[in-house]
């Protein structure tokens, strides 16, 4: 079935760099596009991208173009967010996803890690 | 980017009521609409796929429908268990996008 299980909570300076990991298990990394999706408090989801665990090809959201990266590693079955040069209004549930479905990319979206809170303050 | 909009944003309801919530696109999407549970503090939850179907382990009472521009979400006797937000999700074109959220919340 799956299970995916995230890194622990971060607080970071404004203009610090965070890196969030995502170890999958149950299932085979490679297999599925992995999802990273945000949550502000009390706030809506946000997608802010899609990595292939198989060739490493990402897709970012355009508000996120310049500033962030994910990755993978395949020997440990984990899929990294980077995320670079954080505002406050970075502040937020960060959870990776399965990309679920018929096609490679984009069906729907489960399961989901717990989630990783990352705090922007000075 | 397709905008999603959600109606209400939030209502009350007690248990046993039926309840719908619905999902408008800003553009045609065919069936390529998702519906998630996310209850407080915890990470959001796959209920439906493609449009109507129920994901495993969801209880029947929950049904979706639509297709194109206008959606719903139908829960048939509203469970304790059932009060938490509710959003929707396109995948029918990137990037994908969410719905702003409905909370379903006691009466």
């Known amino acids: 079935q799956g299970l995916l299980v995230q890194s622990g909570a971060e607080v970071k300076k404004p203009g610090a760099s965070v890196k969030v990991s995502c170890k999958v298990s149950g299932y085979s990394l490679v297999g599925q596009y992995i999802h990273w999706v945000r949550q502000a408090p009390g706030q809506g989801l946000e997608w802010m991208g899609w990595i292939n665990p198989s060739s490493g090809d990402t897709n970012y959201a355009e508000k996120f173009q310049d500033r962030v990266a994910m990755t993978r590693d395949t020997s440990s079955s984990t899929v990294y967010v980077e995320l670079r040069r954080l505002k406050s209004d970075d502040t937020a549930m960060y959870y990776c996803?399965?990309?679920?479905?018929?096609?490679?990319?984009?069906?729907?979206?489960?399961?989901w890690g717990q989630g990783t809170l990352v705090t922007v303050s000075s | 980017d397709i905008q999603m909009t959600q109606s209400p944003s939030s209502l009350s309801a007690a248990v046993g009521d039926r309840v719908t919530i619905t999902c408008r696109p800003s553009q045609t999407i065919s069936i390529y609409l998702n519906w998630y549970q996310q209850k407080p503090g915890k990470a959001p939850k796959l209920l439906i796929y493609?449009?109507?179907t129920l994901q495993n382990g969801v209880p029947s009472r929950f049904s979706g429908s639509g297709s194109g521009t206008d959606f719903s979400l139908t829960i048939s006797g509203l469970q304790p268990e059932d009060f938490a937000s509710y959003f929707c999700q396109q995948t029918y074109s990137a990037p994908p996008t969410f719905g702003q959220g409905t909370k379903v919340e006691i009466k």
């Open positions: 493609a449009a109507s």
């Open positions: 996803t399965r990309d679920e479905g018929p096609t490679s990319c984009c069906n729907w979206f489960d399961p």
